[in-house]
């Protein structure tokens, strides 16, 4: 709510004064709430061109003014009424009309302006010249022949029509095609077409002109012209002595001198074209200057060209055309003239009643400029007042009154362009009328600035002061400050700044206030801000971002995204690859153009934070560009390109592929890799090979799409550059040398005709090469001795010749098995499973090829138990190399076994060695193939077990234990019955709890210690339960029967054992491994054992360790280690080479090869 109140204000009052935006006499902007004089705000161009493919024109008039203002416009002087033409549009409340393009313009050619009016004055626009364009046409006329002796001048005049500029001459054939021009031909600024001398090809019958007018998109053809040159009389004496050279002279410009003037800003075209023989050329001279920097010559030099001319670019300059016989001169004199500008433009003003008002105009311009003066549309002559006075370029009026406000109108012009200004001058008094709404309410950051704003209009001015919460004084401090538009700023919002404050403003007309509210709000501040990603593309991208506000602002808070300046549109649609979760804006299938600069936006009504993220996509190197073939040579060529985009990933190589036409079309192969920061390699190529060449680049993502391939590349016809490969001797048969290489690819072939040239010679004696010319790969050398070294190299040709000189490769002719065995063949037994045997080495005059290893061949004899014999499979432990030694693991203890040695080479084995007899000591029994409970009592439980299969030894009795297991964290003691007597089978526990769950372990046991455990559970029961089941069941006939049938059932198992065990069983290798562990992870050596247990259960926890058959550290009768010692050999499963125990029905035979060894 506005108050008004009365001049008289609280001495006590601090007063902050702020003037409003204009003093006694200043520039205005009267709010149009004030009475006012009309003020024209938009009006139509200095001229407007008729063109004829616009559908209408419109003529602009828009005016302001308080009362509205009324418009009149005149034509070339003259009344114009567009009401009255019905053809015209027009518009309400406005001074525009619309001319259509109906195709009948002419009449409404002319010059128009138009005027504003209201009670106070009267605005004017400036002249508006509406140009109805003729079309331009040639006329049309009959043009004789243009005929000229051959070497003199001549030209071609055009004569263009008028039209709208610009103009653009094209002198061109009937056919359009262009009239060559060079130093002797060119066309002039007129649009002539000069010739400096005629030569016979000049004649022709079709020069035309063309005119071209850009701006209303038309072009005019003048009639062709015919030109004949006639040749010199060469029989004439009178022609044969005339001398045909001549000294230039100018064909345009005409005279000695010109004069030339033009506007600022246009370009200066200064032209001289000569004729002579020979063709003169032109050179240009500013007198006294050097010409301007800017300038250009263009024309063949007969054209200077200054773009822009300015007033620096006046004077004279000279133009000089010379040959060898002379020179001709022009001089040009340059004024460069400027239409007129404001130096001083008159102004709006408001002022008070009673001052003096000065109404300044003036401009600058060449020529000078003529000011005349108008009030109010008409000249200042012909409104006189008895208080104005004119002074120069200045109109006073002094002690101004009201009636004195007028639009005063100020026009400069001189012959390049007229000036209009329209100042309003408003005398007048008035109390402060504040333009803001009353009650505005302002929201404010805390620690941001606010301003609010008491826009005020008074004559004279008005002094604002602002005060807080019915406060009699004003808001003061080095935070506080009033604007001359009487806004208030409050720098770094403080809490305590919220509250109603007022703006009161005073002049000597009265006064005026409003109130306005402040609140401060919390500031926006976005605590979780987006991080730069490098994203691949094809991916998703997520960019989060969580922003803290003030609570007030839950209803207008948003969180919009940027990227790249640019809010992203987030519609929620199908076809939509943005979303916004929960504050995460989620980029779905990310693609190249998805990468930029992405800012998050938390916004309210008063403040704003942003953060921002660059999300950078990765992508495979964009394939290369622009290959080139260059340095061209017989062997080689250099390929160039220009990296493709690696989209933020470095390239790391470039890969260079080919293809060839002849044997693998289609089908590319890698030639080179170069790094990635290289854009060139050279090629080196094979001969007589059409060649294609692609690259693509790769980088961390992956290999980017291959370039388009160069153009055919044809290597001519040359000798192989290389000779066969991978050359392989062997001997098959002991009489027999195999020779075979890998052939040298089609590609690599250079040319027809392929053949290979073999030579051989033996090594160890002296003898000349053998020779044999091949075409396959591969020959066989017969009649050779028995393994002897020969020397031999392969040589490529073709029909250009022979290939480089080959490299010598040494082999050996054909092996034969080997004529002796090793002898001094002993054993030494490590432990109750493995020994250790040694030999003398074969002597490498018998082995007759190259050494392959030494092989040990066991077999088990019979077992120690009894003395009954049963031959066992035989086993083979392949030691391959030069050895003298090997470790022969997984025997059976307590048993005598017999082995032999022999050697091998790539034939095969040679003969054994004398057989060796041995005797493996004892070891730890089986486990037991049967242990269960036979019967369960309250306090009692009977036990059953069958002996071991393989007692390794003799039995010395059985250690049975036990333990109590109920359904607890806690169990109970380990109990230990030592049964001494090996031929017990079966034993009765007492003394155990009712009810009660128990678990028993079964071990036999020799003299060096127990075997692996067995186990079984079970749970004792009530008597009367136990009785009663006796009582029911025992009796059943059915009952007899099942017990009966169970009892034969074990018989028959026991029996199967035992025929088993005597026989031996078969089991796989991997069951082997299983029982064994794997000897080479166990780190083995020649002189180093190591534990393992085969107990596939352990006491559990709280059983006391109080066997007293325990096996103790070190006595192990199964260790592994050192089995092959340090080459023990496994086969291809990974299983080891050799048997552990002699039960496997056939042979296991295995070899490893060594590096140097020839294979068998």
């Given at each position: 709510m506005r108050l008004q109140r009365s001049s008289g204000l609280p001495a006590t009052l601090i007063v902050v004064t702020c003037f409003c935006a204009f003093h006694a006499t200043t520039a205005i902007d009267i709010p149009l709430e004030v009475e006012q004089l009309p003020t024209i705000t938009a009006q139509s161009p200095s001229s407007i061109i008729a063109f004829p493919f616009e559908e209408s024109f419109s003529?602009?008039?828009?005016?302001?003014?308080?009362?509205?203002?009324?418009?009149?416009?005149?034509?070339?002087?003259?009344?114009?009424?567009?009401?009255?033409?019905?053809?015209?549009?027009?518009?309400?409340?406005?001074?525009?009309?619309?001319?259509?393009?109906?195709?009948?313009?002419?009449?409404?050619?002319?010059?128009?302006?138009?005027?504003?009016?209201?009670?106070?004055?009267?605005?004017?626009?400036?002249?508006?010249?509406?140009?109805?364009?003729?079309?331009?046409?040639?006329?049309?006329?009959?043009?004789?022949?243009?005929?000229?002796?051959?070497?003199?001048?001549?030209?071609?005049?055009?004569?263009?029509?008028?039209?709208?500029?610009?103009?653009?001459?094209?002198?061109?054939?009937?056919?359009?095609?262009?009239?060559?021009?060079?130093?002797r031909v060119s066309t002039g600024l007129n649009g002539d077409l000069y010739f400096s001398h005629a030569v016979e090809k000049d004649s022709r019958r079709d020069y035309c002109c063309f005119a071209a007018f850009p701006t209303i998109r038309t072009i005019v053809q003048k009639n062709a012209m015919s030109v004949i040159v006639k040749a010199r009389d060469k029989d004439s004496p009178e022609s044969a002595n005339a001398i045909l050279e001549r000294k230039p002279s100018l064909m345009t410009p005409s005279g000695a001198r010109s004069e030339i003037q033009l506007v600022k800003g246009e370009d200066l075209k200064l032209e001289c074209i000569?004729?002579?023989?020979?063709?003169?050329?032109?050179?240009?001279?500013?007198?006294?200057?050097?010409?301007?920097?800017?300038?250009t010559k263009e024309n063949h030099g007969k054209l200077l060209n200054i773009p822009g001319a300015e007033q620096g670019d006046s004077g004279k300059y000279m133009c000089k055309a010379k040959n060898p016989l002379g020179e001709d001169v022009h001089y040009f004199t340059v004024t460069v003239e400027e239409p007129p500008e404001w130096l001083s433009e008159p102004e709006s003003q408001l002022s008070m009643i009673g001052s003096d008002v000065l109404v300044k105009c003036s401009a600058s311009g060449t020529p000078e400029p003529t000011t005349t003066w108008r009030v109010n549309g008409v000249p200042l002559q012909e409104s006189p007042a008895a208080n104005r006075r004119v002074f120069d370029d200045t109109?006073?009026?002094?002690?101004?009154?009201?009636?004195?406000?007028?639009?005063?109108?100020?026009?400069?012009?001189?012959?390049?362009?007229?000036?209009?200004?329209?100042?309003?001058?408003?005398?007048?008094?008035?109390?402060?009328?504040?333009?803001?709404?009353?009650?505005?309410?302002?929201?404010?950051?805390?620690?941001?600035?606010?301003?609010?704003?008491?826009?005020?209009?008074?004559?004279?001015?008005?002094?604002?002061?602002?005060?807080?919460?019915?406060?009699?004084?004003?808001?003061?401090?080095?935070?506080?400050?009033?604007?001359?538009?009487?806004?208030?700023?409050?720098?770094?919002?403080?809490?305590?700044?919220?509250?109603?404050?007022?703006?009161?403003?005073?002049?000597?007309?009265?006064?005026?206030?409003?109130?306005?509210?402040?609140?401060?709000?919390?500031?926006?501040?976005?605590?979780v801000a987006p991080e730069g990603q490098q994203i691949l593309i094809g991916t998703t991208a997520q960019l989060s971002c969580l922003a803290e506000y003030d609570e007030s602002f839950s209803n207008d808070f948003e969180l919009l995204w940027e990227k790249d300046d640019m809010e992203i549109a987030l519609n929620f649609t199908e076809n939509s690859r943005y979303f916004l979760d929960d504050g995460v804006l989620h980029i779905i299938n990310v693609s190249h153009r998805d990468q930029g600069v992405y800012t998050c936006v938390a916004k309210t009504p008063v403040d704003q934070d942003t953060a921002s993220a660059l999300l950078m996509v990765l992508d495979v190197p964009d394939a290369p560009q622009s290959l080139v073939l260059s340095d061209h040579n017989r062997k080689s060529v250099k390929l160039k390109w220009i990296p493709g985009d690696d989209h933020n990933s470095s390239t790391t190589e470039f890969i260079i592929e080919y293809e060839e036409s002849k044997w693998e079309p289609g089908n590319w192969k890698?030639?080179?890799?170069?790094?990635?920061?290289?854009?060139?390699?050279?090629?080196?190529?094979?001969?007589?090979?059409?060649?294609?060449?692609?690259?693509?680049?790769?980088?961390?993502?992956?290999?980017?799409?291959?370039?388009?391939?160069?153009?055919?590349?044809?290597?001519?016809?040359?000798?192989?550059?290389?000779?066969?490969?991978?050359?392989?001797?062997?001997?098959?048969?002991?009489?027999?040398?195999?020779?075979?290489?890998?052939?040298?690819?089609?590609?690599?072939?250079?040319?027809?005709?392929?053949?290979?040239?073999?030579?051989?010679?033996?090594?160890?004696?002296?003898?000349?090469?053998?020779?044999?010319?091949?075409?396959?790969?591969?020959?066989?050398?017969?009649?050779?001795?028995?393994?002897?070294?020969?020397?031999?190299?392969?040589?490529?040709?073709?029909?250009?010749?022979?290939?480089?000189?080959?490299?010598?490769?040494?082999?050996?002719?054909?092996?034969?098995?080997?004529?002796?065995?090793?002898?001094?063949?002993?054993?030494?037994?490590?432990?109750?499973?493995?020994?250790?045997?040694?030999?003398?080495?074969?002597?490498?005059?018998?082995?007759?090829?190259?050494?392959?290893?030494?092989?040990?061949n066991w077999w088990r004899l019979r077992s120690l138990v009894d003395s009954k014999k049963s031959h066992g499979d035989k086993h083979t432990l392949t030691i391959p190399g030069d050895r003298n030694h090997g470790t022969v693991p997984g025997l059976t203890p307590f048993s005598e076994y017999s082995l032999i040695v022999m050697t091998f080479n790539g034939r095969g084995n040679g003969p054994g060695s004398h057989p060796v007899n041995f005797k493996t000591p004892e070891g730890v029994p089986e486990k037991n193939p049967v242990f269960r409970v036979t019967e369960v009592q309250r306090h009692s439980v009977s036990l059953a077990w069958a002996p071991p299969l393989e007692p390794n030894g003799i039995l010395t009795g059985y250690l049975l234990?036990?333990?109590?297991?109920?359904?607890?964290?806690?169990?109970?003691?380990?109990?230990?019955?030592?049964?001494?007597?090996?031929?017990?089978?079966?034993?009765v526990l007492r003394?155990?709890?009712?009810?009660?769950?128990?678990?028993?372990?079964?071990?036999?046991?020799?003299?060096?210690?127990?075997?692996?455990?067995?186990?079984?559970?079970?749970?004792?029961?009530?008597?009367?339960?136990?009785?009663?089941?006796?009582?029911?069941?025992?009796?059943?006939?059915?009952?007899?029967?099942?017990?009966?049938?169970?009892?034969?059932?074990?018989?028959?198992?026991?029996?199967?054992?035992?025929?088993?065990?005597?026989?031996?069983?078969?089991?796989?290798?991997?069951?082997?491994?299983?029982?064994?562990?794997?000897?080479?992870?166990?780190?083995?050596?020649?002189?180093?054992?190591?534990?393992?247990?085969?107990?596939?259960?352990?006491?559990?926890?709280?059983?006391?360790?109080?066997?007293?058959?325990?096996?103790?550290?070190?006595?192990?009768?199964?260790?592994?280690?050192?089995?092959?010692?340090?080459?023990?050999?496994?086969?291809?499963?990974?299983?080891?080479?050799?048997?552990?125990?002699?039960?496997?029905?056939?042979?296991?035979?295995?070899?490893?090869?060594?590096?140097?060894?020839?294979?068998?």
């Open positions: 003529m602009t008039c828009e005016a302001k003014g308080n009362p509205e203002p009324e418009f009149r416009w005149t034509k070339n002087g003259q009344e114009f009424d567009p009401f009255q033409d019905p053809r015209l549009m027009k518009e309400e409340n406005s001074g525009t009309f619309v001319i259509p393009n109906n195709g009948n313009l002419t009449e409404y050619q002319g010059t128009y302006r138009c005027s504003a009016s209201n009670k106070l004055g009267t605005a004017i626009s400036k002249e508006i010249e509406f140009i109805v364009p003729n079309v331009p046409k040639f006329p049309k006329e009959t043009l004789d022949p243009v005929v000229v002796e051959e070497g003199q001048p001549f030209t071609l005049k055009c004569d263009p029509p008028q039209g709208v500029p610009p103009l653009q001459i094209y002198w061109m054939t009937i056919n359009l095609q262009h009239i060559e021009q060079d130093e000569a004729q002579g023989i020979p063709t003169p050329e032109v050179e240009w001279v500013k007198m006294g200057h050097q010409l301007p920097e800017k300038a109109i006073i009026l002094h002690n101004a009154k009201a009636s004195d406000s007028a639009v005063y109108q100020c026009e400069a012009s001189n012959r390049h362009g007229t000036l209009l200004s329209n100042a309003n001058i408003m005398i007048m008094n008035l109390q402060p009328m504040i333009l803001t709404k009353e009650g505005e309410d302002y929201s404010a950051v805390e620690g941001k600035g606010v301003m609010m704003h008491c826009k005020v209009f008074s004559s004279p001015p008005s002094t604002i002061t602002w005060s807080k919460d019915n406060s009699s004084e004003s808001v003061e401090g080095p935070r506080f400050t009033v604007h001359d538009n009487g806004s208030l700023e409050i720098y770094s919002v403080e809490k305590g700044d919220t509250g109603q404050y007022m703006c009161l403003a005073k002049n000597t007309e009265g006064s005026s206030a409003i109130d306005a509210t402040l609140y401060v709000k919390d500031p926006t501040r976005i605590a890698e030639l080179l890799r170069v790094p990635g920061n290289h854009n060139s390699a050279v090629l080196k190529l094979h001969g007589h090979v059409d060649y294609r060449f692609r690259v693509y680049g790769v980088n961390a993502v992956g290999a980017g799409p291959p370039s388009e391939s160069t153009e055919t590349y044809t290597t001519p016809l040359r000798a192989p550059d290389k000779n066969p490969e991978n050359i392989k001797i062997e001997g098959h048969l002991p009489h027999e040398m195999n020779i075979n290489w890998e052939p040298l690819r089609p590609i690599e072939q250079n040319g027809p005709g392929l053949e290979y040239k073999l030579s051989y010679r033996r090594q160890d004696v002296e003898e000349d090469w053998k020779e044999h010319t091949v075409k396959r790969h591969s020959f066989v050398v017969r009649n050779t001795p028995t393994f002897v070294p020969y020397e031999i190299k392969i040589q490529a040709k073709n029909h250009q010749g022979w290939g480089p000189e080959p490299t010598i490769v040494t082999g050996y002719s054909g092996e034969d098995f080997p004529s002796a065995a090793p002898f001094d063949v002993a054993v030494e037994v490590r432990n109750s499973s493995v020994v250790r045997v040694t030999w003398t080495r074969v002597h490498r005059d018998k082995m007759n090829g190259h050494l392959g290893g030494y092989r040990i234990e036990y333990q109590l297991i109920n359904d607890t964290e806690e169990v109970g003691p380990v109990q230990t019955v030592d049964i001494s007597n090996p031929d017990t089978t079966k034993w003394g155990l709890e009712p009810v009660s769950k128990y678990k028993f372990y079964l071990r036999s046991c020799t003299s060096v210690g127990c075997g692996p455990v067995v186990s079984e559970e079970c749970t004792t029961i009530l008597e009367t339960s136990l009785a009663s089941i006796h009582g029911g069941i025992s009796t059943q006939g059915w009952f007899i029967g099942l017990m009966c049938a169970i009892a034969l059932l074990t018989l028959i198992v026991l029996v199967a054992c035992f025929v088993n065990r005597n026989k031996g069983g078969k089991y796989s290798v991997k069951e082997k491994e299983d029982l064994h562990p794997d000897v080479e992870s166990q780190g083995m050596n020649d002189d180093t054992f190591c534990e393992y247990s085969d107990n596939d259960e352990k006491p559990l926890k709280g059983s006391q360790h109080s066997l007293s058959r325990e096996i103790k550290a070190g006595d192990s009768g199964d260790s592994l280690v050192d089995y092959g010692d340090e080459d023990g050999q496994f086969n291809e499963d990974g299983s080891f080479i050799g048997e552990y125990a002699g039960r496997k029905e056939k042979r296991a035979s295995a070899e490893i090869k060594g590096s140097a060894q020839t294979p068998a």
